[in-house]
Structure formats: structure tokens, C-alpha cells
């Protein structure tokens, strides 16, 4: 029997099974498809996940986790973190409150004083908000002792949202500007951007951008050295097709093996990622889980990243582009097809693109799942994003070396669950978190980007360790 089972392929599961293998805790991490969490074509290596990862800097969540798991990344923090481009405008964003406040001044040297206004503000809330979260605060209250120390910190949770949400009012007045916040919060948060919810977007654009890293060969290099880490510390992975799932005192699934057979495996606890695939079956099924299943129905995706993967010539790119790009046209709202991110792999890293060649996956935002379109559908979204990519590289049609649209389309529609979508969060106090990682059970736990979304990356990792605490009987009330 298993302390823990942890079911799902993402990476709050992969931080869950982690923390808990490092604990002395027996687990077993059940993926429950064959998902790559790379693919490698024509000398090309891209991440299944193309969207930044946040909190690498030196105080970053992601970081701090690693350092004490021993784990050393083969990375570099990057400078500009995030290029944002439009028609007549290139802001280089590279998390120093300072340099980007001069940034954004060059560029709209009529704003000057709003801008000012703006990330004064920007700081001291973000700094409140990571306070919040270094006292463990429950954003979702649970208990009368969670409500209780929501209810005092709720004056100054109010004022600094109020503070924020005025200077932050004046700078959406401006078309250009808003943009901009939109284009920065599509991407390092799982947040839906036309719905800003100010203290968590305050955090995000403070502390995110600081901790952009490029890895070297792709990020799934990282990944492995967390398994391997897991697997050194006893933990077991396994791949299988579940069958049932019985959540009594002790946790039975009943699987299915390649060879057709159906043992049973049985654990003490079980987390569980909002990203499985049965993950909504599973709450319908379980009469003890209804009134969590309300809560999780009033949460609707609103966007969904569609990627097609490309490999260029070195002398299609801009000398001065950098790894994240963002090209929007700014007379268009978000659409399919607007804006475009690029991630880019830097020149010389031969992991991941030939000599002289760079791979790009080039993201967009979808109204509906991927998986929801046809292939004929899917391929005009994706000419249509290389036409919008080719007026920002006029030079990009002659240096393609390598396009395989079948294989891109396939990818989004197969795993699209693994990239978070983003959410529309309504009315919120503190814009953080959607769900807890506990349910009416006691033996289930919660984890992925669903549960902090306020937070991006940082939440799913936030979560995966959070479930983890629970299940090992911390973080109870």
C-alpha cells in the first residue's frame, strides 16, 4: 500500500509526488497517458509547454523548492524577460521596477506621472500579496479559524486593493497600455486578461517577469531531473488506463495494464490534478464530493493556447529579439489569432535547434478547446498566425527550414489539458485562488492550475506542494 497516490501528468503532480518522496513518504505518481512532456522532429527538440515558467529568480517559490531538493537548473535569467511588440511600439520588460518604469517612459513619454503612480503601487501591493502568502493565508476559508484571520486582514487586504485598483484604472484608460497588461497577464497568469483582478495581478507583474529563465535544451530537461529525483527517493511511476476509483477509508483504483489486466492499487491518501482528464466524471460520480462539484462548475475556461511548432534561419530573427515575445496588433481585442507569443530557442543551443537554427513555438488563444475544432479549422487559425507572424518577420517564409502542422495540430489537441487555460475569475476579494486542496473527504487532495490561478506557474507549483502538506497532515485545521 502506497502513502500517497498522486494521479495526473502536470506539473503540480510531478511537485506533489516530489515533496512527498523527499519526505520518506511512499508514493507512486500514476500518469494516466503516454503525454511527452517534449517532442523532438528534423533536429528540433520544443517543450510540450511552450508559456513561461515564473519564480525561478533566487527568492522565487519554483527555485527555493529546487535548492532545497538539491536540484540545480541549467538556466539563465533573461534580459529583456518579455518583448512586447505592436506597430509602433517595442517595450522591453525585464522585471527591475526601475529599467521597466524608464522603458515604459521612452515609450510613453506623455504618461510619465501615471506610470509612476502605477508601479509604486505595483510594488507595495505585490509585496502585501506575498505576505499573504508567506502567512499561509487561506484565501478560501474553510474553517471558523479561516475566517477568522481572513476577517483581519481584510481591512488591509480592501485598502491596498483600492489603492491599486485607482492608479491601475488610469493607466486602462489608455488603449495601448491596457494592451500591454493584458498581453503580460495572458501569460504569467492563468487568468482570463479582460477581467484584471488587482492585488494578484500586482504580484504577477512584479515578481514574475524577475524570474523568466531561459533552460538550456528546453524545459523539459528540468522535469526529468525532478523525476529522477523522485525515483532516487523511492517514489515509483507508472503509466495506466484507470478503470474505478473507490475513495473509502483507503484509496482502491482498479487499472488497466497493457496487457489487459486489472489490478487493483491501494493508497492511504490521493491527490488528485484538476487536470486529469476524468477529473469532472470523478466529482460526479462520488456523492460525497456534490457540493465540491458545484464549486468547480462555477469555474469556465474562457481561452485556450493553440501552438504550432516552426524551425527558422538564424538571419529571420531580429538581433534584438528576445526569448518571449509578444506581437499584438493593437487595433484588434483578443481573438483567435491575437496576440501571438513566441518562444524562442536562443542561437547556439544545439539541443534544441541545428547549428545557425533556432526552433520558435508560436502560441495563441482560442475561445474553445482545440480539441473542439477540426483539423481544417485548426490549419486556417494557424496560416492565419504565420500571416500575423510574417509582417512581424517579413523575411520568415523564405527561412523556413521545418513546419509540420499535422503534428502541431495533433499536439494541441491531444494535450491541451496539460497547458493551463485561462479563467474568468468574478468578483474577486484578493484574485489568487479558485478552489482549496481539500475536499469533503479526507483522504483527497486537490492540485493544479485551477487552484491558484491568480498565481500562474508559481500556483501550480504552490498547489502541487500545498496537496502534499495535507496528505502528510500538515496545513490541517
Known amino acids: 500500500m502506497y502513502d500517497t497516490i498522486v494521479l495526473g501528468n502536470d506539473p503540480g503532480s510531478l511537485m506533489a509526488a516530489v515533496v512527498l518522496a523527499s519526505h520518506g513518504r511512499k508514493a507512486l505518481l500514476l500518469t494516466m497517458d503516454d503525454v511527452p512532456d517534449f517532442f523532438s522532429e528534423s533536429g528540433y527538440t520544443f517543450d510540450i509547454d511552450p508559456l513561461p515558467w515564473t519564480g525561478m529568480n533566487r ?40 529599467m521597466d518604469l524608464r522603458e515604459m517612459e521612452r515609450e510613453f513619454p506623455d504618461e510619465g506621472l501615471n506610470l509612476l503612480n502605477f508601479y509604486s503601487s505595483t510594488a507595495k501591493s505585490a509585496s502585501f500579496a506575498s505576505g499573504l502568502i508567506d502567512k499561509n493565508l487561506h484565501l478560501r476559508p474553510e474553517t471558523a479559524r479561516d475566517y477568522i484571520n481572513l476577517f483581519r486582514n481584510m481591512p488591509g487586504i480592501m485598502l491596498k486593493k483600492k489603492a491599486f485598483g485607482a492608479s491601475l484604472e488610469n493607466i486602462l484608460e489608455k488603449p495601448l497600455l491596457k494592451k500591454m497588461l493584458e498581453a503580460q497577464i495572458l501569460l504569467l497568469s492563468n487568468l482570463d486578461p479582460r477581467d ?147 518562444e524562442t530557442s536562443e542561437p547556439g543551443d544545439i539541443l534544441r535547434a541545428p547549428d545557425g537554427k533556432r526552433a520558435v513555438s508560436v502560441t495563441t488563444f482560442l475561445k474553445n478547446s482545440p480539441s473542439k475544432f477540426n483539423n481544417n479549422a485548426l490549419e486556417k487559425i494557424a496560416e492565419s498566425m504565420l500571416e500575423n507572424l510574417g509582417s512581424f518577420l517579413p523575411f520568415l517564409k523564405e527561412n523556413l527550414d521545418f513546419m509540420d502542422l499535422e503534428k502541431s ?65 500538515e496545513n490541517q485545521r
Open 59 to 98: 527568492g522565487g517559490v519554483f527555485r527555493q523548492l529546487l535548492s532545497h531538493l538539491g536540484i540545480a537548473p541549467e538556466d539563465h535569467i533573461l534580459n529583456p524577460a518579455l518583448q512586447i511588440i505592436f506597430q509602433n511600439h517595442r517595450i522591453d520588460l525585464c522585471g527591475n521596477t526601475d
Open 196 to 342: 484584471i483582478s488587482p492585488i494578484s495581478f500586482a504580484r504577477t507583474l512584479f515578481l514574475s517577469l524577475n524570474g523568466l529563465s531561459y533552460p538550456k535544451g528546453g524545459k523539459h530537461h528540468l522535469t526529468a531531473k525532478l523525476k529522477k529525483k523522485f525515483e532516487a527517493d523511492g517514489g515509483v511511476i507508472e503509466r495506466y488506463s484507470t478503470l474505478a476509483l473507490d475513495t473509502e477509508r483507503v484509496i482502491k483504483i482498479n487499472v488497466k495494464t497493457e496487457g489487459n489486466d486489472t489490478p487493483a492499487i491501494y493508497g492511504k491518501n490521493i491527490i488528485i490534478s484538476t487536470k486529469y482528464e476524468k477529473f469532472a466524471s470523478l466529482l460526479e460520480g462520488n456523492r460525497d464530493l456534490s457540493v465540491f462539484r458545484k464549486k468547480y462548475d462555477k469555474i469556465k475556461p474562457s481561452l485556450y493556447p493553440f501552438t504550432i511548432h516552426i524551425g527558422v534561419h538564424n538571419k529571420c530573427i531580429p538581433e534584438k529579439m528576445g526569448v518571449h515575445v509578444v506581437v499584438s496588433d493593437e487595433t484588434k481585442s483578443i481573438e483567435n489569432g491575437n496576440p501571438l507569443f513566441l
Open 409 to 473: 495540430i495533433d499536439i494541441s489537441k491531444s494535450y491541451h489539458r496539460i497547458i493551463n487555460d485561462k479563467y474568468i475569475m468574478k468578483d474577486p476579494v484578493i484574485g489568487m485562488s479558485f478552489l482549496s486542496g481539500k475536499t469533503p473527504l479526507k483522504n483527497v487532495f486537490l492540485t493544479g492550475g485551477m487552484l491558484m490561478p491568480g498565481l500562474g506557474f508559481e500556483g501550480e507549483i504552490i498547489s502541487g506542494t500545498t496537496a502534499a502538506k495535507l496528505a502528510m497532515g
